[in-house]
């Protein structure tokens, strides 16, 4: 009979420890889903007020640009040469031959299930970002998004950022320049593409028209300044 009672006991002791935690582990996730919606309502915020910003300093380019054509041939000599230095920024869309490469996961047949060999990583589309540079690319995109100095490539998640938006599964790389030196060195035996094609589905073809938009983001330079020229 003692032995009942104590089992009792301790059976309604474990029962109110058990609502105890239920009830502060649901007030923590309350809280937390309170901050995070916070935090994407401040980010949103934020990003609105960048958007505002690019509209200003986009309209403000315009009139420059729109000032500088009536002006004489030393001004239209400076304005080609605005041309010039937004197209190399990565600030105007572009159109010329090159490749496109699509990277997408290769399946295998496993227990006869159709299963993924191995994700797509960061780093992969990185390798072929910087052989496509070092082949002499001229302007290069993934995804629609151009890469420029400032591009970030990195996980989070499931997902690839490529500046600070977010994507996934297949990836299309397209790259401006010599059609025949850009896939050369692509398909060169042991580079690259050979080394990712192990484990990843990799098609490049040859196009004599591909475009390329313009970078869609924010730059601002606060602290690097250019040097004064000294005589």
């Given at each position: 009979?003692g032995l009942?009672f104590v089992?009792?006991?301790?059976?309604?002791?474990?029962?109110?420890?058990?609502r105890?935690?239920q009830?502060?582990?649901?007030i923590?996730s309350?809280q937390?889903?309170?901050d995070?919606t916070r935090r994407v309502?401040?980010?949103q915020?934020?990003?609105?007020?960048?958007?505002?910003q690019?509209?200003?300093?986009?309209?403000?380019?315009?009139?420059?640009?729109?000032a500088?054509?009536?002006?004489d041939?030393?001004?239209?000599?400076?304005h080609?040469?605005l041309?010039?230095?937004?197209t190399?920024a990565?600030?105007?869309?572009?159109?010329?031959?090159?490749v496109?490469?699509?990277?997408d996961?290769?399946?295998a047949?496993?227990?006869?299930?159709?299963?993924?060999v191995q994700?797509?990583?960061?780093n992969d589309?990185l390798?072929?970002v910087?052989?496509?540079?070092?082949?002499g690319a001229?302007?290069?995109?993934i995804n629609?998004?151009?890469?420029?100095a400032?591009?970030?490539?990195?996980?989070?998640?499931?997902?690839?950022?490529?500046?600070?938006?977010?994507?996934?599964?297949?990836?299309e790389?397209?790259?401006?320049?010599?059609?025949?030196?850009?896939e050369?060195s692509l398909?060169?035996l042991g580079?690259?593409?050979?080394?990712?094609?192990?484990y990843?589905?990799i098609?490049?073809?040859r196009?004599d028209?591909i475009?390329?938009?313009?970078?869609r983001?924010y730059l601002?330079?606060r602290f690097?300044q250019?040097?004064?020229?000294?005589?």
């Open positions: 009979m009942a089992s009792l006991i301790l059976g309604l002791a474990l029962a109110l420890q058990f105890n935690v009830r502060i582990g649901g923590v309350l937390r889903t309170e995070l309502e401040q980010l915020h934020e990003n609105d007020g960048l958007r505002s690019i509209r200003d300093h986009q309209n403000r380019i315009s009139e420059f640009e729109n500088v054509k009536d002006e041939e030393s001004i239209k000599l400076i080609e040469q041309e010039r230095a937004r190399v990565g600030l105007t869309d572009v159109e010329g031959p090159g496109a490469v699509i990277i996961v290769k399946h047949l496993e227990w006869g299930a159709d299963a993924i994700d797509i990583h960061f589309l390798k072929l910087n052989e496509l540079n070092a082949a001229e302007a290069i995109s629609d998004e151009r890469i420029i400032t591009t970030e490539i990195r996980s989070a998640g499931n997902f690839i950022v490529i500046n600070t938006n977010r994507y996934n599964t297949p990836f790389i397209k790259a401006i320049g010599n059609p025949e030196t850009l050369a398909k060169l580079g690259v593409t050979d080394e990712l094609s192990a990843l589905d098609r490049i073809r196009e028209a475009r390329i938009p313009k970078y983001g601002d330079h690097a250019p040097v004064q020229a000294t005589n």
